[in-house]
């Protein structure tokens, strides 16, 4: 009986243990595949591309509206933020220009950093473009250029530039960007054409220079320089592309003779100021010039003659004139001295010598 007890106690007990070694090897199942997963996971997020075709840098170029922008795989290409347009070929307005050589040569920081051969390579690949831009053929040419527009990327300045699109959008976009600009252009072009019918040529050049007064050109800078302070100004297309210059290079050089003389006239006055300070500050012949900074250094008339070198030449000169005034003044009061002594000394002696004439004469 006992034994008989024994047996189902043995077989609950071995079907406990069955059970619980199967829930254990569930549990460890489940928790593999839940590992599994998680390194899954990881790995593609670790193998996740990244994407290097996006800008990273931006360098805008003095002068134009354009900027030198750098993309993580080490390429460059030019972008303008007043017209949102993204070129791969560099501009007419940056061709021959140091600063842009630099600025395509040199890869930014990042690129460096990450210790990236790429940018060496880019630059290899744009001296060898250069070498072989003249044996491209114009449809090559058109072609390269349609494979890398841009559509959208942060400059410094701009919120959002164009970054590369897909193949399949290049072609469109690029073409609808290039019809707008260019129909935009013509429509602009009739329209200052009719203008230009209409109103005489010395009223249209008048507006033109007015325009150039009111940007701010300067008068010792060139064409290419201030090109970008006038180009969406609408006088701009008032005169033709041979007038514009023409009438640019007169400005800047009547301008420059103006400013010049400004210039002089503003130094005039600065120093009439300063010697009628001299003069209201009673200077005499033995005033030193450390005397006078200090009791009118704070007036704006000797403030405003900056160099201290002037000043005191200013100074000097005053001083010399102050002096031989102060000569002058006392051979004069000398002068008149020994003509009041004759006046009043005259008759004295004649009355007193007249006795003894008249003695001399008996």
Not at 137 to 166: A, C, L, N
Not at 234 to 247: I, N
Not at 298 to 310: H, L, N, P, Q, W
């Amino acid at each position: 009986a006992a034994a008989a007890n024994l047996k189902p106690l043995e077989q609950t007990k071995a079907a406990q243990a069955a059970a619980l070694e199967k829930e254990s090897r569930k549990v460890a199942e489940e928790k593999r595949k839940k590992e599994e997963e998680q390194q899954k996971k990881v790995t593609a997020t670790a193998a996740k591309p990244v994407d290097k075709s996006r800008p990273i840098s931006s360098t805008p170029i003095a002068g134009t509206p354009w900027c030198v922008v750098w993309t993580g795989d080490a390429r460059v290409f030019f972008y303008n933020p007043s017209t949102r347009t993204s070129v791969w070929e560099r501009p007419d307005d940056l061709i021959d220009r140091a600063d842009v050589d630099k600025a395509v040569n040199n890869p930014p920081e990042q690129l460096k950093a990450a210790g990236s051969d790429a940018a060496e390579k880019q630059v290899e690949k744009i001296e060898t473009e250069k070498k072989k831009e003249v044996e491209i053929p114009e449809e090559e040419e058109e072609e390269e250029q349609e494979d890398d527009e841009v559509i959208k990327i942060r400059t410094e300045s701009e919120s959002s530039v164009e970054e590369v699109p897909t193949k399949k959008s290049r072609l469109s976009a690029k073409q609808t960007r290039k019809a707008d600009a260019n129909e935009a252009a013509v429509e602009a072009e009739v329209r200052a054409a009719k203008e230009r019918a209409v109103v005489p040529l010395e009223t249209r050049v008048k507006q033109f220079k007015e325009m150039l007064r009111e940007k701010d050109v300067s008068a010792f800078s060139t064409w290419e320089k201030e090109l970008h302070k006038i180009v969406f100004d609408p006088r701009y297309l008032l005169l033709t592309s041979k007038e514009r210059k023409q009438v640019f290079e007169k400005y800047v050089k009547d301008r420059a003779e103006e400013e010049r003389k400004e210039k002089r006239n503003k130094m005039r006055q600065k120093r009439e100021d300063f010697r009628k300070l001299m003069e209201d500050a009673k200077l005499h012949g033995k005033s030193s010039f450390s005397e006078f900074c200090q009791r009118y250094g704070k007036d704006d008339r000797y403030k405003a003659i900056e160099k201290v070198r002037e000043r005191e030449s200013l100074f000097n000169e005053y001083i010399v004139d102050v002096r031989r005034q102060e000569k002058e003044e006392k051979i004069q009061k000398k002068e008149q001295s020994i003509a009041t002594n004759h006046v009043i000394i005259g008759p004295l002696l004649e009355v007193c010598l007249k006795p003894i004439l008249f003695c001399l004469a008996a």
